[in-house]
């Protein structure tokens, strides 16, 4: 696994090229500064730039290859400590060792977090409490060593855990974000459909009905029939082509529908008389206004046509109200039905937190109401 950018408020975002050569430029440095330190008493002069080199100079290639930097910068490291050369704490290899703690999959027997502690105990020991004498020196030299690269390790680990958290975190907000638009490509879908096939089932029973006797009339029918299902071949070609591709493929129904809405009711025996006093309304609440009051009117013709249905939609910046009702019987005329279209409606409303009713009114007919607020 590569390791991904480097992400900060405070630098502008690097590729990896460029971070490549940030690491070259250390390794210089670093380099440079080993050669510069005084060796220890006994120590061979001729070997510091050789080990210094091999010390410092492989850190440029450390997110190419981080186990076999890590090893020769751990290796040369130690030779130089045990030589009485220049040494740098560890601090090369804690440099080569972040990499492979970011990049390594993961070791159930590598305790990360007890070498994260051990690691702190021991840079805030030696802080706190210096060497008496060379021997504890040494000692305490090389256990501030192990202390770095301890640190180095599970700062790396963390660091891949976070990513690995953010990782998975945008996964699952990826996979909701799949299943709510499947869920609305549904409920558009039921909407479409319930509409168009029930305007075109009252004019297929009617196309029957008068087949024989008023032909003209049966040919209206199925002009009106032929109409609607490629209206509603259309609209579904839409829907099911969001799945398919970005492109934009016209934009969603609205109010200004509403009465093309109108006009195909009334090819199935429904008067719609419109009223629409919501200017300004958000795409989203348009929409959701838009399939209410398509859903209701549907409800219209299937159980109750022929008919006349009344419908208000009304606005004032904050709440939106939806008023349909009917002079049918307020009660199923044709058989059938399963009741998805007032689930469908009490969701679109609820998802904005309003309130919905729906059920026979005391004088005749049936009522659907709808009130929810919205944003401006």
Known sequence: MDEPELRSPFFM????RALIGLDAAVAVIG??????LPAAPGGSALAVVPLAAATGLPLAVRRLWPVPVFTAVLAASTASLVLGLPWDSYAAAAFALYPVALT???????????IGVVSAVLILGGAI????DWHAEAAGE????????????????????????????ARRLADQAVSDERLRIARELHDVVAHSMSLIAVKAGVAVHVAAARPDEALDALRVIEATSRSSLSEMRHLLGVLRTDADLG???GLADLADLAERAAMAGVHVDLEVDAPNLPEGVALSVYRIVQEAV???????????CRVRVRADGQRVRIDVTDDGPGA???????GHGLIGMRERVMMYGGDFTAGPRPSGGFAVSADFPYEP
């Open 251 to 253: 934009p969603a129904p």
């Open 298 to 308: 549907t409800n219209v013709v299937k159980h109750a046509a022929p008919a006349r």
């Open 332 to 338: 199923r005329v044709l058989p059938g039905g399963d």
């Open 142 to 169: 090389v256990l501030l060593g192990l202390a770095v690269l301890g640190a180095s390790w599970t700062l790396g680990r963390a660091v891949r855990e976070r990513r690995a958290q953010a990782a998975h975190s």
């Open 129 to 132: 409490v210096g060497p008496a």
């Open 31 to 36: 380099t440079l500064a080993l050669v510069t």
């Open 13 to 16: 975002r690097l590729s990896r």
């Open 104 to 114: 390594r999959r993961r070791r159930r027997w590598i305790p990360t977090p007890l």
